[in-house]
């Protein structure tokens, strides 16, 4: 018998963690790497969260357990904010707080799949969702999009991937890892669509509040609210308000499935600590100015860093709209000849990459589509333009 159980066996090693690991290294033996590949933000949390968090740990309250589906106060604040952000009604009993918007993706699948239930999966897709949908014992059917429509797949192509086994569609706008916003008459045109094929949705909203030029990110159950009732949300703070060490994420859905998946978490983990959701508390119960000044400082990035993408040669980057990331696609320039080597796809020129002038980058393998490259633009400017000066400079000897 084997000693790790097959279903566990079968999760894949990330291509991110395996560019990481040697960027890690690198840094480690002292070397001046440039890391693109950390998708989270560069800020410190804002103070008057951390400063709640400070208060709440001197209280004796929130020193036990509390409800497996979260504290009562931050239901309420999740609900609150739900409807003033993404104008969506819901009530606290069908809010379920988790450890973190990665929680939330397991929750939502253990909950929903049976055995060979087929979840379609827009590809690129963050790498999590794969692991999730087969280790709930679902089987995720790629629909794959890609720069030419500014990576955002259409009704046809998930009409055309659907069978009697699709039960779930995964959504998630703005996208990791390709930055892109689905305009909210496409948003609507999907939800018709599973509406009209009894098709859950499950949207992942964790960068809601991180679009740029006037884009906005409609959330499915309110742009089609028939659809509420075979929806879940996924969200977090993670990402809005640069707390990805707290672990706070959430579900929303219909009472039947929160009540189903806050069982699942009693035994899971019991809840998420106490402590971080009273600063998850403060986050969403507080203004949005903080947030607001950190997308500004991402959105010059942004511009900065879609600029000189675009004026490599090979490299083609389309402007993404939302989240902390750049996913151009460097096609052209595998096969060609770099520094006597021939990386043939994007895996060995990201090793290559960063063996030569120590820039480390993600390659699209991770996120289901080869001839990619995921930039996090979540870095200082100063280290943004080095490392991208760095790769500009190296693929210039391409031939
Ligand atoms: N969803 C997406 C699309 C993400 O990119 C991430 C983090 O990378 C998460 C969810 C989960 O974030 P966390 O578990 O830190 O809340």
């Known amino acids: 018998r084997s000693r790790v159980s097959a279903r566990i066996a079968g999760i894949t090693p990330s291509a991110t963690l395996a560019v990481d690991a040697k960027a890690k290294a690198l840094k480690a033996e002292g070397r001046p790497v440039i890391g693109f590949g950390a998708g989270q933000p560069d800020f410190p949390t804002p103070d008057y969260i951390v400063e709640a968090a400070a208060a709440a740990v001197h209280e004796r309250a929130n020193h036990g357990y509390t409800a497996a589906g979260g504290l009562p106060e931050l239901r309420e604040a999740l609900a609150a904010k739900t409807l003033r952000d993404s104008d969506f009604a819901c009530d606290p009993s069908q809010i379920l707080v988790t450890n973190g918007g990665k929680q939330a993706v397991y929750s939502a699948f253990a909950t929903l799949l049976d055995p060979g239930d087929e979840v379609l999966l827009l590809a690129p897709y963050w790498t999590t969702y794969p692991e999730s949908i087969t280790l709930a014992g679902g089987v995720p059917v790629q629909v794959t999009a890609d720069e030419s429509t500014g990576y955002r797949v259409t009704v046809e192509q998930l009409e055309a991937a659907r069978t009697e086994r699709t039960k779930v569609l995964l959504f998630n706008s703005p996208s990791n890892p390709t930055g892109a916003v689905y ?21 992942d909203e964790i960068y809601e509040h991180l679009v740029y030029d006037g884009a906005t990110a409609a959330s499915m159950p309110a742009v089609v609210p028939e659809l509420a009732d075979q929806t879940l949300i996924l969200n977090g703070v993670a990402k809005t308000y640069s707390m990805t060490g707290w672990r706070v994420g959430w579900i929303i859905g219909p009472q039947d499935v929160i009540k189903a998946a806050s069982s699942f978490q009693s035994h899971l983990c019991g809840n998420v600590a106490n402590v971080s959701q009273r600063a998850a508390l403060a986050a969403v119960a507080g203004p949005l100015d903080a947030v607001h000044q950190m997308r500004e400082a ?20 389309p402007t993404p709209e939302g989240a902390f990331y750049a996913y151009p696609s460097v096609k052209a320039l595998l096969g060609k000849e770099i520094r006597g080597q021939r990386p043939e796809n994007t895996v060995e020129l990201a090793d290559l990459i960063l063996r030569e002038v120590e820039v480390a980058v993600v390659p699209g393998e991770a996120f289901g589509t080869p001839g990619y490259f995921r930039f996090s633009y979540a870095l200082a400017e100063s280290d943004l333009v080095e490392g991208v000066n760095r790769v500009a400079s190296l693929l210039a000897e391409a031939k």
Request: glycine letters at 8%; a negative charge.
């Open 298 to 317: 991402f959105d010059v990035r942004r511009k900065r860093i879609v600029s000189l993408l675009s004026a490599i040669e090979g490299v083609e980057c």
């Open 183 to 203: 305009p909210r008459d496409e948003v609507e045109a999907i939800g018709r669509w599973a509406l009209e094929h009894g098709i859950w949705v499950v949207t």
